[in-house]
């Protein structure tokens, strides 16, 4: 061991709705370690994952914890890049307009709030996994 | 570099094979593992799935997979290779990263 720790792209891949299984929850908070570890961070919403954004998230009827609220403090942790597939969105009836406004303060723009949110194309998501050193998915 | 996706749900329970192979870039490779080898079976629906994807991809069949659901090599749909365990490993050796589509 050198020492020197190398900063490493980490992709997180989320393809399931939330609240049915656990996987929604696990991923997030997998990726808090791995923002704590100062890793580069993306997360990917791919297929049912974009339904893990969707505002208005209420589950006191369900006897769940409504983890959704965690997402928009997501750049305070440094994670700032939140890719959502346009195509799993139309396919399910969605527009961006249908998820949680999440935004985070650029410290060298004068704290200005900027979107987290970044919808992009299959063929985005594509070469965001090609540019990954690591792909975790769930 | 190229990136291994690998698949282990069938395409007939799941969408995890077509969404696989929505997302291959050149070059990269994808392993049927656990149930998602009966989707590379000859004669079955995913076939044409399957050779649609990229061409300059490879897909393989993890072989242990595949004999325990009582299937061999023959059974195979053209175009699919075969691989052990240590294929696997090359596999993995061979690309930057592995994707897992759960």
Request: glycine share 8%.
């Amino acid at each position: 061991m050198t020492g020197q720790s190398k900063r490493k792209k980490f992709l997180y891949i989320n393809r399931r709705a939330p609240h049915g299984t656990i996987y929604a929850l696990e991923s997030l908070e997998v990726v808090l370690i791995g923002a704590a570890f100062e890793q580069d961070v993306s997360l990917a919403f791919i297929d049912d994952g974009v339904y893990q954004l969707m505002a208005g998230q209420d589950t006191s009827g369900i006897g769940v914890k409504n983890f959704s609220k965690t997402y928009r403090a997501l750049g305070d942790y440094e994670v700032r890049k939140l890719y959502v597939e346009r195509e799993s969105l139309a396919e399910r009836g969605l527009t961006v307009e249908d998820l949680m406004p999440i935004s985070f303060e650029d410290e060298e723009d004068d704290y200005a709030e900027k979107p987290s949110i970044l919808v992009a194309d299959r063929s985005e998501m594509v070469r965001l996994i090609a540019e990954q050193d690591v792909v975790l998915s769930f | 570099m190229p990136t291994l996706h690998t698949v282990n749900k069938s395409p007939y329970e799941r969408s995890s094979l077509r969404s696989c192979l929505d997302h291959l870039a050149e070059g990269d490779s994808v392993l049927m593992m656990e149930d998602a080898v009966v989707g590379a079976r000859r004669g079955g629906k995913f076939v044409e799935v399957l050779k649609a994807a990229r061409p300059s991809c490879t897909v393989s069949v993890l072989a242990p997979d595949l004999a325990a659901r009582g299937m061999k090599a023959d059974d195979l749909a053209e175009g699919i290779a075969l691989v052990d365990y240590g294929g696997f490993v090359d596999l993995a050796v061979a690309n930057a990263r592995v994707c897992a589509w759960l």
